[in-house]
T-cell receptor, first 115, second 115 residues
Framework: DAGVTQSPTHLIKTRGQQVTLRCSPK?????VSWYQQALGQGPQFIFQ?????ERQRGNFPDRFSGHQFPNYSSELNVNALLLGDSALYLC????WGAGAYNEQFFGPGTRLTVL | AQKVTQAQTEISVVEKEDVTLDCVYE???????LFWYKQPPSGELVFLIR??????QNEISGRYSWNFQKSTSSFNFTITASQVVDSAVYFC????????????FGSGTRLSIRP
């Protein structure tokens, strides 16, 4: 049973560029959440997708957007990259059904470096 | 405010010593979940435990134990007879009912176990 997978593993971009990160949830999970973890900090919630809609959003600007596909996989898009966007981006999946407190399984993350 | 405070930035102990990681949380909600995650150098967050706000029973799992005290808003984590493999960054986290599946992380405690 494959866990949460993310691609790519590492990415280097320059300021002003756009980036797309991808996540495939654990088998049987239909909800995907994205987190940003800056160096030396705890992860910060970006947003959550369920049924192809953004259900909840953290304090991130509109430059951060996402998408969920019918197979439950998800993309995180960041436009007009800033140096401060350099971080580890974590994807987490969970089942929605029984409520909001299902255990979230995290992927290995994508390390984004903005130069 | 909804926040998690891990005052200990780094802890270093010699193998076989016991070590306690402190966690203090703030939330307006009466219903919430608390978590501990482990993040090894590989970056993937590993789920350790989840407790709901109505269950103050302490829990023990092998060398790991957790002490939840609502009166002091604390959820501390103790590793008994530490091992080098326990070296990692540990995050305490909170999911308030009002924020559904959003998880609020502390800034983490880096634990180093010296042989």
């Amino acid at each position: 049973d494959a866990g949460v997978t993310q691609s790519p593993t590492h990415l280097i971009k320059t300021r002003g560029q756009q980036v797309t990160l991808r996540c495939s949830p654990k088998s049987g999970h239909d909800t995907v959440s994205w987190y940003q973890q800056a160096l030396g900090q705890g992860p910060q919630f970006i947003f959550q997708y369920y049924e192809e809609e953004e259900r909840q959003r953290g304090n991130f600007p509109d430059r951060f957007s996402g998408h969920q596909f019918p197979n439950y996989s998800s993309e995180l898009n960041v436009n007009a990259l800033l140096l401060g966007d350099s971080a580890l981006y974590l994807c987490a999946s969970s089942p929605w059904g029984a409520g909001a407190y299902n255990e979230q399984f995290f992927g290995p993350g994508t390390r984004l470096t903005v130069l | 405010a909804q926040k998690v405070t891990q005052a200990q930035t780094e802890i270093s102990v010699v193998e076989k010593e016991d070590v306690t990681l402190d966690c203090v949380y703030e939330t307006r909600d009466t219903t919430y979940y608390l978590f501990w995650y482990k993040q090894p150098p590989s970056g993937e967050l590993v789920f350790l435990i989840r407790r709901n706000s109505f269950d103050e029973q302490n829990e023990i799992s092998g060398r790991y134990s957790w002490n939840f005290q609502k009166s002091t808003s604390s959820f501390n984590f103790t590793i008994t007879a530490s091992q080098v493999v326990d070296s990692a960054v540990y995050f305490c986290a909170l999911s308030p009912y009002s924020s559904a599946s959003k998880i609020i992380f502390g800034s983490g405690t880096r634990l180093s176990i010296r042989p």
